[in-house]
């Protein structure tokens, strides 16, 4: 475990780049061997605005890393955090506990308040305005909100006392665990069943992308399933009457535009509507 730690403490840029890419290009190849849906887009056509906002969105992070290094620095020199205040436990259980918080906070808490907060929704929209949900759309965020969940990461690794091996653990697994969710691939019922009582699966993540409420304002987690189901935000759907989107905004040509996604955050607000 030791060496799983190290070896994420310092990361090489490549390794994060092929685990990157590779993800996309596995589940973009399941999706056309196990397709939960099938859709009728031309793939690239759809991909190519998710693929910008992905662009958009590591740029951001490598631009703003610095601040992560140096907050998870601070806090193990100073002996400051969660993790840093409970008792000596195994390597594999301190993992564990990290990037169990850290996904409380940068992904479920973010997630979360984005939905509740109105000018934060609408920044968020972007990524529920895609009528086709797949692995490009993992990471299909406007880059206001990538400066967001950025700021939500960095409370993390503050509050959680993370040092830099398990921050780069965290954002790794969360980045697939993303790419998986977002996946259009029919697993077997029972397997995707099984799976959501550990980590979020693609039916389960799917529920969240459909596009009434109360569904849209369920489902929040990225990796762990825990944090859904002991704050009571965890639902079900079946798979197979889930509808993309937001009913608010309907329009499929301006929702797959890059020039109209980046203006949609400054659109006057609007909430998805109650629906059955």
């Known amino acids: 475990m030791e060496n799983i730690i190290d070896y994420f403490e310092s990361i090489p840029t490549t390794h994060r780049s092929i685990l990157l890419i590779g993800g996309i290009t596995l589940f973009w190849l399941l999706e056309g061997i196990l397709p939960l849906q099938r859709f009728t887009y031309k793939k690239w056509r759809h991909a190519w605005p998710n693929l910008f906002f992905t662009i958009t969105t590591i740029i951001i992070n ?6 992560l290094l140096w907050t998870s620095d601070w806090t193990v020199a100073s ?8 008792p000596d436990m195994p390597l594999w259980l301190y993992a564990i506990v990290g990037v169990l918080l850290l996904d409380f906070f940068g992904a479920y808490l973010a997630h979360f308040t984005e939905h509740k907060v109105k000018p934060l929704w609408m920044i968020h929209l972007v990524h529920h305005s895609d009528h086709n949900v797949d692995t490009t759309t993992a990471n299909r965020h406007h880059p206001l909100e990538s400066v967001i969940r950025f700021a939500f ?6 509050v959680v006392g993370a040092p830099m091996g398990v921050v780069m653990l965290y954002q790794s697994l969360s980045l697939v665990a993303t790419q998986f969710g977002h996946a259009n691939i029919r697993l077997p019922k029972k397997v995707d069943e099984t799976l959501s009582y550990f980590i979020v699966s693609p039916d389960m993540h799917k529920v969240h ?7 849209t304002d369920s489902n929040y987690g990225n990796i762990f399933s825990i944090w859904d189901r002991l704050f009571g935000t965890f639902m079900k759907l079946d ?7 937001v009913d608010t905004f309907p329009d499929e040509v301006e929702n797959g535009s890059v020039k109209g996604l980046l203006k949609q955050p400054f659109h006057r607000y609007r909430k998805p509507t109650q629906g059955s």
């Open 62 to 67: 490598f631009l703003l890393a610095f601040l």
């Open 79 to 86: 002996d400051f955090g969660i993790l840093n205040w409970l």
């Open 209 to 215: 992308h459909h596009y009434v409420l109360p569904y």
């Open 153 to 158: 990461t960095l409370m993390g690794v503050l």
């Open 239 to 245: 798979r197979d009457t889930i509808i993309y989107g």
